[in-house]
């Protein structure tokens, strides 16, 4: 008769021995409770707290109005958090030629609001590459030039338009005065960043602080694209209504000032002024036949075009360009 711990039809070599099978139990090591509940919890949490501070961002950095000339704004971690420029990535104005008019407007414009005078936001438009940015950074040193420190530029990115009020709550009370710099400024038709703008620079009940100028560049005059403002022009009710509200943003620029493209004389005076900034040494007659064949394989003349040739050029002559130009 088989054994009874044997189970019934089984062979008794699949189960073993009882003292074969006591070998194969493993020891289970004894958990120590805490007596106490409540220190038991207070230790959970405080791992949990440390495991949180771990995944947590760090603070943002208090804001210095005089660690730099220039600022870039992130808007993260919030409240956001302004990083200083070292250097700022500007020519002198005087190196910026085709654009004489809209240089002077733009530069009186920025003096004045340096003085504490009533000035205007400015919005320059138009043309690729034909120094819209550039002439905004060389405005600012310009400026900086005569009264060192009196101004900071402040770039903000088009996706970051939501937190300006933020950004504004931490300029406000400054003693600097600063430009407000949105490169390339547009927006697409299911984006409603533009209405947040639009509060800020006018129309909200805070306003824009004494302290603060807004300057903008964009390929579009409206900052909206043209068939964006077709389509509310065929489709709506009122169309009038439906287009004063696409456009009003552009209204809020007192300056409106358009880059168009540049004449070949206004892109070899590009050229010279560069040749003559940097010391190149060329002939003016071998200059002006690379140059215009340089832009032919470019498609187009533009201040942005010039300088490309000019780096081309000063590699070939092995001429550095990282120093500033000569005066």
Not at 95 to 107: S, T
Not at 132 to 155: Q, R, W, Y
Not at 277 to 291: F, G, M, Q, S
């Amino acid at each position: 008769m088989a054994p009874l711990w044997l189970s019934p039809g089984l062979p008794a070599q699949q189960y073993g021995a009882p003292s074969e099978r006591k070998k194969q139990i493993k020891t289970v090591k004894k958990v120590e409770l805490p007596s106490d509940p409540t220190t038991a919890i207070a230790a959970s949490l405080a791992q949990i707290a440390a495991a949180l501070e771990r995944l947590a961002p760090p603070p943002a950095p208090v804001f210095d109005d005089k660690a730099a000339d220039a600022y870039v704004w992130h808007a993260l971690p919030l409240p956001g958090w302004l990083e200083p420029v070292p250097q700022i990535n500007a020519v002198p104005i005087k190196l910026l030629r085709g654009v004489d008019r809209v240089r002077d407007i733009l530069l009186d414009n920025t003096e004045r609001f340096a003085r504490g005078l009533p000035a205007n936001n400015a919005l320059l438009w138009g043309a690729r590459g034909m120094g819209k940015s550039s002439l905004v950074k060389a405005a600012l040193g310009a400026v900086n030039a005569d009264k060192p420190g009196a101004m900071a530029l402040v770039e903000i990115h088009r996706e970051d338009i939501p937190t300006l009020p933020e950004l504004l709550k931490q300029l406000r009370d400054s003693q600097r005065r600063y430009i407000l710099f949105c490169d390339d400024l547009s927006f697409d038709a299911e984006d409603q960043h533009y209405k947040s703008l639009k509060a800020v620079l006018e129309g909200g009940i805070e306003g824009r602080p004494e302290n603060v100028i807004f300057y903008a560049t964009s390929n579009r005059r409206h900052l909206l694209p043209r068939d964006m403002v077709d389509n509310e022009r065929s489709t709506a009710i009122n169309p009038g209504e439906a287009v004063e509200e696409k456009v009003s943003l552009s209204d809020r620029f007192g300056l409106w000032l358009g880059f168009h493209s540049c004449s070949q004389d206004d892109y070899f005076a590009m050229l010279d002024a560069y040749v003559a900034a940097y010391d190149l040494k060329i002939e003016p007659e071998k200059l002006r036949a690379e140059a215009v064949e340089w832009s032919m394989t470019r498609g187009s003349r533009s201040g942005r075009v010039a300088w490309q040739f000019i780096q081309d050029l000063a590699g070939r002559l092995g001429v550095r360009l990282t120093q500033k130009p000569l005066s």
